[in-house]
């Protein structure tokens, strides 16, 4: 696409680590002569990727590695190359979107038995993901849902047990 399209540069209008994406992917397609500007000389940052670039973060990824030897974090992908750099040199990283993290959480936890999810930094989505756990195991609103309505709108692999156990491994 940018052979064809002639594109000589792009310009990010967003958060730093946008920009830093944008590049990684040009590079690693080869196309690393393209130059992307930032639209502003000062740095452009986010609260909640930058949340995940403190000692505290990784200090957290450290103890979930001692802890478990079953364990996996999802990172937001509105974090830097280095918060997932430095998360993935810790513990086995995954990087998921809002759409995508309840699949990859499903997924993950039906192939790896006793797995512990570590998820952030974004904590409103986890708070979320425990909530719509809840709601499936009737703690909101009083009705649970069965294990064929959970096999069939949720993921085929999962049953009131492994999502409570799911529910519950969530750090």
Not at 23 to 38: D, M, S
Not at 46 to 73: F, I
Not at 157 to 171: F, G, P, V, W
């Amino acid at each position: 696409m940018v052979e064809n399209a002639g594109v000589t540069s792009i310009a990010c209008l967003g958060v730093d680590f946008m920009a830093e994406s944008v590049a990684a992917i040009l590079e690693r397609n080869g196309h690393g002569n393209i130059p992307v500007y930032r639209a502003a000389v000062n740095p452009i940052g986010c609260s909640l990727a930058e949340s995940a670039e403190r000692d505290s973060y990784r200090a957290w990824l450290q103890k979930g590695r001692e802890s478990n030897d079953r364990v996996l974090h999802v990172v937001y992908i509105n974090t830097s190359l280095e918060t997932k750099a430095v998360s993935t040199s810790i513990v086995p990283t995954v990087t998921c979107t809002s759409s995508n993290v309840l699949q990859t959480m499903l997924n993950a936890s039906a192939q790896i038995p006793d797995l512990t999810i570590m998820y952030g930094p974004d904590t409103y989505m986890g708070d979320n993901l425990v909530a719509l756990f809840d709601a499936v195991l009737g703690k909101v609103g009083g009705v649970a849902w069965d294990d064929e309505r959970i096999k069939r709108e949720l993921h085929p692999a999962h049953n009131q047990a492994s999502i409570r156990k799911l529910r519950d491994s969530i750090d």
